[in-house]
């Protein structure tokens, strides 16, 4: 499975690990189908993805040569991570899952199990988040557009001096599709 990213500065294509961190990645049974709790396996990211969550989600951090955060509501503050069961969900931290290359997609949390919508995209391997944050997709596509979010100034805060968005998102069955 992957997405593309349509941001204010161009298309970024991320291959999702469905299979690997299924509650985490996938869209899942709708609930009108979901019959019992371990039903729930897979749907965060796909499901804000297909429900529009992350539609004009700003890229309120970002941090040179570490990564660039986004995933809040738009018209929320970029404080907000709420996942679509409405709190935080555990983490799904796999061992071959690592944060060992520029391009990788993780969870933003803020302790253990404290997963919602908010997700970071690395500029840079950064081993000191292994067992921290789910790693949950890899960049495939749109390398220059990371090129060019990294180079935005940001204040000491990390906060980027332009904005920048996720406008909207394509979902693709196949990560190999256009």
Request: glycine share 8%; net charge negative.
């Amino acid at each position: 499975m992957s997405v593309t990213l349509h941001t204010d500065l161009g298309d970024i294509k991320i291959e999702v690990f469905c299979e690997s961190v299924p509650k985490t990645a996938e869209v899942g049974p709708t609930s009108s189908t979901r019959s019992t709790e371990s039903d729930y396996i897979g749907q965060n990211f796909l499901a804000l993805c297909a429900s529009g969550g992350y539609d004009n989600s700003p890229i309120h951090r970002l941090v040179p040569s570490f990564m660039f955060q986004t995933g809040s509501p738009a018209s929320a503050s970029t404080k907000i991570s709420t996942s679509i069961w409405d709190e935080p969900f555990e983490d799904e931290i796999r061992p071959t899952l690592r944060h060992n290359a520029r391009g990788i997609v993780s969870m933003a949390n803020k302790g253990p199990t404290t997963n919602g919508s908010q997700f970071f995209v690395c500029f840079a391997p950064a081993p000191h988040l292994d067992g921290k944050n789910t790693v949950f997709g890899r960049v495939i596509g749109g390398e220059e557009v990371i090129s060019m979010v990294e180079m935005v100034p940001a204040d000491a805060k990390h906060r980027p001096q332009e904005k920048m968005a996720i406008k909207r998102v394509t979902i693709h069955a196949n990560p190999l599709a256009g």
